[in-house]
């Protein structure tokens, strides 16, 4: 599709409301890779039947990349039926009553992930000092870590950095950390990487009892490895270390030790540049991100020449979603729960010379109410709200003060699980005024969808969804 295309088809329907798209598919293979899609229970018995005829390479690509059997084509197909099928509750009767756009594609399809975390656990072999990802699950005590050299999703320096972290922890004298109240230590290593080449390894780590000194020593031993040792093959352009003993920590719980090299990677999208912090959000895959970019800024400002509104932009991650749409506003807010990613997303503003940007850290469902009824107060032309949150959606006090402020009238959602929890905020923006949950605004109507490919060959895709009342 052209890079106009979109942006064209938007704004036409966006003013023509009534259009309908009908899909068809190509094949009895496709259609049956969708109906499989669609009803997990059958798909989970048939993975419980081919399991045994499987090798360990195939049962790991059938977990992380479920549809790398299907072309490309069909991959869409089944993308663009399980999201109908999805938004299908939103309507009276099971049939769609807004526009549905053709899902749009990822430029890129293989090698595209720009980051992944590789896990430390027993392999095929039984070594507890294999790098990789899992197939089985901890309840069922049947956890195998599968090495991910086949997976072709993920690129090859992502590949190497893994190869190279499993053969430092296999020459190590301490053990891994499996699991957390049975000691060990070494944990998993994630890879960034940006379209310039550079690199970011960031190495997991529990101290157990260890003292300082003894976390230095080893601390010294990783370093020297990737700098100068057989790791150096992986030319890291900035190597993290954070020892925590919780499973996940933030960088204001357990600060990231710099061993070497560069404090952040930068990332060029639709013209703008961004800075990468260890644990910033950014999307996975850079091309397509261009898209989702475009269409959400395209969603959210339709007209191009009109620099009067205002945009809310709630879990803004690094900015990068409200950054590539502010040429077209006339002031962009910001609000997002980790002070790291918002000061990350102050920075980038700077970088990019853009004065009409302002960033909030803090929870969304405290800051909101206050906020939004100041931005409704001071004018100012349009406010619109755009909301990308993760797939536990958001709290319902966040829905209460997007819903209950009469100054939004245009709301764009962005969700990589639309039918799980982002499913009951949709029905909290659409239902008819409810003051027991204290929804008393009037109730928005999706407009306009779109799905956007952000991670070919999986199940997963982004739905973005234009709201208006």
């Known amino acids: 599709m052209a890079s106009g295309r979109p942006f064209i088809l938007i704004k036409r329907l966006l003013v023509r409301p009534k259009w309908e798209t009908r899909l068809h598919f190509s094949s009895k293979d496709t259609f049956a890779a969708v109906q499989a ?39 869409l197909e089944v993308k663009q039926k399980h999201q109908e099928k999805i938004l299908e509750q939103l309507c009276a009767g099971g049939k769609l009553t807004f526009p549905f756009l053709p899902i749009l594609p990822s430029p890129v399809r ?11 656990n027993k392999g095929v072999d039984g070594n507890p000092k294999t790098v990789g990802f899992y197939v089985g699950k901890g309840k069922h005590r049947n956890i195998v870590c599968v090495t991910a050299d086949h997976l072709t999703n993920i690129p090859e320096t992502h590949k190497r950095v893994a190869r190279c972290y499993q053969e430092f922890i296999r020459r190590s004298s301490l053990e891994p950390c499996l699991l957390f109240h049975k000691g060990g230590h070494w944990r998993e290593v994630t890879v960034r990487t940006n379209a310039a080449g550079h690199t970011m390894a960031v190495v997991y780590f529990h101290p157990q009892e260890l003292t300082r000194e003894e976390v230095a020593a080893h601390k010294e031993d990783l370093a020297e490895f990737f700098a100068r040792g057989a790791g150096s093959a992986c030319e890291l352009d900035s190597l993290y270390f954070q020892e925590s003993a919780m499973t996940r920590c933030t960088h204001e719980d ?104 302002e960033f909030i850290a803090g929870k969304a469902e405290v800051v909101l109410p206050g906020l939004v009824s100041q931005l409704a107060s001071c004018g100012g032309g349009r406010l619109v709200a755009v909301v990308n949150p993760a797939r536990a959606g958001l709290h319902h006090r966040v829905i209460r003060a997007l819903r209950n402020q009469p100054a939004i009238r245009r709301l764009v959602y962005v969700s990589c699980k639309p039918d799980g929890e982002a499913m009951r905020n949709f029905r909290e923006l659409c239902c008819e005024p409810d003051p027991k949950r204290k929804l008393t605004g009037d109730a928005f109507s999706p407009r306009l969808a779109v799905p956007v490919d952000m991670f070919p060959q999986t199940e997963h895709c982004e739905l973005v969804i234009a709201f208006e009342r």
């Open 254 to 357: 357990s600060p990231y030790q710099l061993l070497y090299g560069r404090t952040h990677i930068y990332e060029q999208i639709l013209g703008f540049s961004f800075r990468i912090s260890p644990d910033a959000f950014f999307q996975v895959n850079r091309a397509a991100a261009r898209v989702l970019y475009s269409t959400v800024r395209d969603l959210c400002v339709p007209d191009s020449e009109d620099r009067s509104g205002t945009l809310l932009d709630v879990c803004c991650g690094t900015g990068a979603m409200g950054i590539a749409a502010s040429p077209r506003l006339r002031r962009l807010i910001g609000v997002e729960l980790i002070e790291q990613a918002a000061e990350d997303a102050r920075h980038n503003a700077a970088l990019n010379k853009l004065h009409n940007c």
């Open 110 to 120: 293989d090698g595209y992930r720009n980051k992944s975390t590789f896990s430390v």
């Open 37 to 75: 899609t669609l009803q997990p229970e059958k798909n989970r018995q048939r993975k419980r039947r081919w399991a045994g005829d499987l090798s360990w390479e195939d049962r790991l690509a059938s977990v992380v990349t479920p549809l790398w059997r299907l072309s490309y084509e069909e991959q």
